[in-house]
């Protein structure tokens, strides 16, 4: 019989490998994201985390030639793995991590992009994080990463990220009410626990879908899910928007992390500049617009 490998183990090497200087709540969302897929079976265990200016010199100069702080990094020897020059990743300011995913007794890495690979996109994006196996211009499957809704440069100049994970922000009494309003208002019986789960977001989606009815006379089927009906169903909204349509952006914008302050189903200022930083961190066109795009940027 094969020993399958730990969850213990798994943790201990992708703490090792994160490293020192990662923010607390992303290091923590990593591990809770491993052990999610650990108890679905999908063994996973990250190559890497926080990575400092040098290292991520030593990493740029793989296939150039690259001169930085006076030191030669140039390693024509390697091939060319990245485009970031040294405080150009998110990695650089502990934001990020790489994961992979290992064969059931822990002893092979596996790179290969399947159904596991996916599911474990999937739970980090539950998490909130943004994958890079979602960007469409320049594909990094390995890649996780939680920007607090900003650029690099903004990093570089001394800003601070808020980030927030449904897995730190457990108990969240936002959440909590969001899920109160949902249960009510769209006659749904999720658990009120504060944490953003797949059965939050398809109450969520179920909500979408009941104003889409209601409001624009879509004929919706209300089940929760993010099918190509619902896709193509949904509207955009803008600045000056007031319904409860506006409110369930709201509440989703919240649950990713950017907070569009009072969830009042009125489209303010606040709910703009959330909606803009979650269009710039999910690298979508930022156009302050709720539209086909975002919504399913939020539910996809
Ligand atoms: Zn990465």
Redesign the pocket.
């Known amino acids: 019989m094969k020993v399958k490998v730990a969850l213990r183990i798994l943790l201990e090497r992708s703490v090792k490998k994160m490293g020192k200087g990662m923010n607390p709540i992303v290091k923590a969302a990593a591990l809770e994201m491993i052990e999610r897929a650990y108890n679905e079976g999908i063994y996973v265990q990250i190559s ?1 985390g926080y990575r400092s200016l040098e290292e991520q010199a030593s990493l740029y100069g793989q296939g150039r030639v690259y001169i930085y702080n006076g030191k030669n990094y140039s390693n024509l020897a390697k091939p060319n793995v990245t485009n970031a020059k040294p405080g150009q ?3 650089n300011f502990g934001l ?3 994961f992979f995913i290992v064969s059931d007794d822990g002893k092979k890495a596996i790179w290969t992009v399947n159904s596991k690979w996916q599911r474990v996109a999937a739970i980090g994006k539950e998490l909130g994080f943004i994958w ?1 196996g979602d960007w469409s211009s320049f594909k ?1 499957y ?4 939680m920007t607090g809704g900003l650029s690099y440069k903004q990093l570089q100049a001394g800003k601070k990220p808020y980030i927030t994970s449904p897995k730190t922000s457990k108990g969240d009494g936002h959440i909590m009410s969001i899920q109160k309003t949902i249960n009510s208002r769209y006659k749904t019986s999720i658990a009120v626990d504060g944490v953003y789960g797949p059965k939050t977001r398809s109450a969520l989606i179920k909500g979408l879908q009941v104003e889409l009815n209601k409001q624009f006379n879509k004929k919706l089927v209300a089940d929760g899910k993010w099918g190509p009906k619902t896709k193509t169903a949904v509207i955009t909204i803008k600045k000056g928007a007031s319904c409860n349509i506006t409110w369930i952006l709201q509440a989703a914008l919240y649950m990713k992390g950017f907070n569009p302050g009072t969830l009042d189903g009125e489209f303010g200022e606040k709910t703009e500049a959330a909606l803009y930083k979650y269009q710039k961190a999910s690298r979508i066109s930022a156009d302050k617009l709720a539209g086909k795009v975002t919504w399913n940027e939020l539910f996809a």
């Open positions: 890497a990743s998110y990695h990020a991590i790489d890079g990094d390995p890649h996780l990463e």
